[in-house]
């Protein structure tokens, strides 16, 4: 899948945006503050309906204005599709072929992984900042995984109100089976795809800090799975605990333990990279994630999906910076690619050159 088109209208900075961008690499080149995060945010909404970095849809929207809008051409297998994401009266609408579309519906057509420089904050940040890669992960590989995510966080958050309104307990029965349900579904999705991803992650670590950090990734849910036990199993163990939890999380007014409170754990030889791993060794770390998820993506979904490598080459120490041009080069599907240093990028052929100055962008002749 490759964008031939991306159009922003009072995005960010930007006021007004078109770009037909090349099939393989996409530099985006400017200074600090000019607007290059903000074009691949524009990309990572446009595929996936969730702002990278902002925690409200307004902040998407050009100061002193009341829309916003991102258009997109993709071409998938020949085809051409055409998305669309706007907000307009504070509300989000997507379009797929100029028609409003339900999320279901809409996704598909686009698939993408995204990598800042604040991605690195994974490895030893909040087990949040971990899940929530892990949920992206999925998504991008299965969107179905949005509604599994959505669907138990409204059941969670109906446990949470009874427990504060000291509902009865055959009231909160009832919630807490619809709970354990919902949670066994995400659960069951988050140790899939960590079992899956996790070979591919430690053979990919290796490649890449091209030395032996013995680096592990293990799912850890907060409240065990039960060895070989079928998803009833599990059900009636999640039920199960949260009956005993039930008293202690009244008088705490939320749910303690379940998959809000699920991590991944990362080892460097059995240490834990939370409290072990050197900045280098995070980004490798970070790095290898990514790749790992990309392979993972091209066999489950049959489809490479667009890359955005937002400022990576900056954070990089050399050796590892010429380690992801290797990746590059073989990786067959499109890439943007933000630098404030055309230089620190090893690509020299099947690329475009977009300048980004004060919210414009302009191609520049090679
Ligand atoms: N909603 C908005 N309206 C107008 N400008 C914005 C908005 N959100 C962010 N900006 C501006 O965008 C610029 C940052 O763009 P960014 O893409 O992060 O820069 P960089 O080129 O360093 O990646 C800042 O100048 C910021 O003030
Ligand atoms: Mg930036």
Known sequence: ?????????????????????????????????????????????????????????????RWGHKATRVDGAVERDGLIHRLAVEVRDGERRALREEKQARTAHYF?????????????AMVRGSPELRRRFVDRAIFTGRPAHLATVLDYKRALDG?????????????????????????????????????????RFAAIVAAVAGEELGVEMRYRPSLAIPDDAGDDALVEALYQSWIGDRARDRERGFTQRGPQADDVGFTLLDRSARNYASQGQQRAIVLALKIAEIQLLEEIRQCTP???LDDVSSELDPRRNARLFEFLAAFEGQ????????????????????????????????
């Not at 995005?11 to 290059?36: L, S, T, Y």
């Not at 598909?108 to 690195?120: E, H, I, K, R, S």
């Not at 307990?169 to 079992?195: G, H, I, K, P, S």
Request: charged share 30%; no cysteine.
């Open 108 to 120: 598909g057509a686009l698939a993408v992984v995204m990598f800042t420089p604040d991605d690195v």
């Open 335 to 366: 890439v943007f690619i933000t630098t404030t240093d055309p230089g620190f990028l090893k690509i020299d052929a099947e690329r475009r050159i977009w300048r980004v100055e004060a919210g414009v962008v302009t191609r520049q002749e090679d």
């Open 1 to 61: 899948m490759k964008i031939t088109r991306l159009a922003l209208r009072d995005f960010r900075n930007f006021a007004e945006a078109e770009v037909h961008p090349h099939p393989r690499f996409n530099v985006v080149w400017g200074e600090n503050g000019q607007g290059k995060t903000n074009l691949l945010e524009a990309i990572y909404w446009l595929a996936t309906l969730r702002p990278y970095r902002a925690s409200r849809l307004r902040e998407l929207v």
């Open 159 to 199: 446990r949470n109100r009874l427990l504060r309104e000291s509902a009865p307990d055959d009231l909160v029965d009832v919630y807490e089976y619809t709970l354990a349900q919902q949670a066994a579904r995400l659960m069951r999705a988050r140790q899939t795809f960590v079992e899956r991803l996790a070979p």
């Open 306 to 308: 667009v890359l955005l």
